[in-house]
């Protein structure tokens, strides 16, 4: 690596986590990744005439990452496979004890995984810790419906809550995408299971709208915390927080106000994506107006031609977003001067 080559590196690890699109742990691990790496002369044209790019070198790591999905996954295989032969001939302590081996293997391996892999060593451990995650709310829900007597809505609960705490655990430790996934979905699953309890429990009653409430309410903090940067990454917990919203808008259709406030939560998310220039944000807000809009005017305004005009002005909408954002970036983008190392100062282009 070049000197040159170094410092816009090391300027774009700087912006890529002012930006929110890495932690700051990644940021470390890619800045003491630059410096590991000795300062280099162009490369040399081999007598093939191809260039030396030195590409080999990390073939290795690569080969132990894939190395170790392919493992964890043939793991998986094998265990359903044996759980599936002799869960039924276990003891209840048995089935426990056999829940509790995989979830410690899963968090034990993630442990295990050197860091001095670097990046596909972050990858690999996430991957592990998310399934121990989810190991762990199988362990506390087949413990409390076993032992304590706690059933269907009450052991999902339980499950849930635990799965958060564990889950919080670990993306302190471990501050990566797939752990605040591994939050914020059992999260979701704990407040809605939650607020139906707190209503009674019922499953005569239609409590979706208060349950719906609930999931929104929280989705909605979620994107907030992601919008203003107190969650990273940032584009991430936005995503997250707009998928959460938009279903929880959709348990909630069947009541006018929470309707009405459900499609201008729609808007608002796709006016949010323009002001960002944020295409992902603007993908959830197409995705979640195929469920949401659909279902509300079917609801509340019957009729296939008023679907379908909506719709369509949607669809006009949404495309005129994109081409919006597609334009501004570009704008953004050409905007830059660009620095090349072959291009002497004072030059253009």
């Not at 890495?22 to 040399?44: F, H, K, L, V, Y």
């Amino acid at each position: 690596m070049r000197a040159s080559q170094r410092s816009h590196i090391s300027a774009a690890v700087d912006r890529w986590l002012a930006e929110g699109l890495i932690t700051p742990e990644q940021a470390q691990q890619m800045r003491t990744d630059i410096d590991s790496r000795p300062i280099s002369q162009p490369p040399e044209v081999s007598a093939t005439g191809k260039k030396s790019d030195g590409t080999q070198q990390h073939f290795p790591v690569i080969i132990i990452e894939a190395l170790g999905y392919l493992g964890g996954a043939i793991v998986v295989v094998a265990l359903g496979l044996l759980v599936s032969y002799f869960w039924s001939d276990l003891s209840t302590v048995g089935q426990l004890v056999l829940i509790a081996a995989v979830f410690g293997i899963l968090l034990g391996a993630g442990v295990a995984v050197p860091q001095q892999l670097g990046a596909p060593a972050i990858r690999l451990r996430s991957v592990l810790w998310m399934a121990a995650t989810v190991a762990w709310a199988c362990l506390t829900g087949f413990t409390v419906d076993k032992y304590a007597g706690l059933h269907d809505e009450r052991m999902a609960a339980v499950a849930a809550w635990s799965s958060v705490a564990l889950g919080l655990l670990l993306w302190y430790l471990h501050r990566e995408p797939l752990q605040q996934i591994a939050v914020f979905i059992p999260l979701l699953i704990g407040v809605g299971v939650g607020t139906y309890l707190a209503q009674g429990g019922n499953p005569e009653s239609d409590n979706s709208s208060w349950q719906g409430a609930a999931v929104w309410i929280v989705s909605l903090v979620w994107f907030g915390l992601g919008w203003f940067g107190r969650i990273r990454p940032a584009m991430l917990a936005t995503a997250l927080g707009a998928i959460g919203s938009l279903f929880g808008a959709m348990m909630c259709v069947e009541n006018p106000a929470l309707a009405i406030v459900g499609v201008a939560m729609l808007v608002a998310l796709v006016a949010a994506a323009v002001a960002r220039n944020d295409f992902v944000l603007l993908a959830v807000a197409a995705l979640g107006s195929l469920e949401l809009l659909p279902s509300t005017i079917m609801q509340y305004f019957p009729g296939i031609l008023a679907a379908a005009l909506v719709l369509l002005l949607v669809g006009l909408l949404l495309i005129v977003a994109a081409l919006f954002i597609a334009r501004r970036r570009n704008r953004l983008a050409t905007s830059h001067i660009d620095l090349r190392d072959d291009q002497p100062v004072g030059t253009t282009r």
